[in-house]
């Protein structure tokens, strides 16, 4: 059974400072993976998707890595700033036909200025 | 890009009544959407997959005859939840994918905050 692991749990930086968010899954055999922004009380804001065959993707101040025979994907945030706290949710796609992501249980990240 | 609308954002109800929550693709066709649940504090879990034209797929531990679902067309899903109680107090999110654009991530709803009193 897959498992999507975070580390670590919750996170506190001051503004302008560089930081690598974790994860982990289990098993290797997914189709891509997914890095999701929450702020509280709302929904999910899709970050960067990775396909299983790349093994980075960039946007911005955002750069995540995947490197799936390890089962271990990171986000890279430059630069935090105030407007980055939020929790940070990785999911990856299993590679059975239909299914759902499966989350890690985030990153709960706060940035002071 | 893909956009997925949920409705309502918010509610409040009293213990014993039942509540309806829309998930609507708003410009894509999604045959398959997933209702997710996340309680405090915690991740979302995947509570069952809804499929356009049949029945939904439950995970274990989530009971289908309290968390009714149905996917009558390829833009909505709605998610009842019945005799509603305390301890059902979550928020609730569903996402889709549109299946043409194979390279296309999921895409979540706004959620709703269910508040059972």
């Known amino acids: 059974k897959q498992e999507v692991t975070q580390i670590p749990a919750a996170l506190s930086v001051p503004e302008g400072e560089n930081l690598v968010l974790n994860c982990s899954f289990t098993?290797?055999?997914?189709?891509?993976l997914q890095w999701f922004r929450q702020d509280p009380g709302k929904g999910l804001t899709s970050l960067l998707l990775?396909?299983?065959?790349?093994r980075e993707q960039t946007s911005g101040r955002l750069n995540a890595s995947l490197d799936k025979s390890s089962g271990r994907s990171t986000l890279y945030i430059a630069a935090s700033q105030p407007g980055d706290s939020a929790t940070y949710l990785c999911?990856?796609?299993?590679?059975?036909?239909?299914?759902?992501?499966?989350f890690g249980k985030g990153t709960t990240l706060s940035v002071s200025s | 890009g893909a956009v997925v609308s949920q409705h309502p954002s918010w509610v409040i109800c009293k213990s014993g009544t039942s509540v309806k929550i829309e998930c609507r693709s708003l410009?894509?066709?999604?045959?398959?959407m997933f209702w997710y649940r996340q309680f405090p504090k915690q991740s979302l879990m995947l509570m069952a997959t809804?499929?356009?034209?049949?029945?939904?797929?439950?995970e274990q531990g989530v009971e289908k005859d309290k968390f009714l679902i149905n996917h009558a067309s390829l833009t909505l899903s709605t998610l009842t939840v019945t005799s509603a109680h305390p301890e059902d107090s979550s928020f609730y999110i569903c996402?889709?994918?549109?299946?043409?654009?194979?390279?296309?991530?999921?895409?979540f709803g706004s959620g709703t905050r269910l508040t059972v009193v």
């Open positions: 999911a990856v796609r299993p590679k059975q036909a239909g299914t759902a992501l499966i």
């Open positions: 809804s499929n356009e034209g049949s029945k939904a797929t439950y």
């Open positions: 990775i396909q299983s065959s790349q």
């Open positions: 410009d894509f066709q999604a045959t398959t």
């Open positions: 996402s889709a994918r549109d299946w043409q654009q194979n390279n296309y991530g999921y895409t």
């Open positions: 098993d290797s055999a997914i189709y891509n």
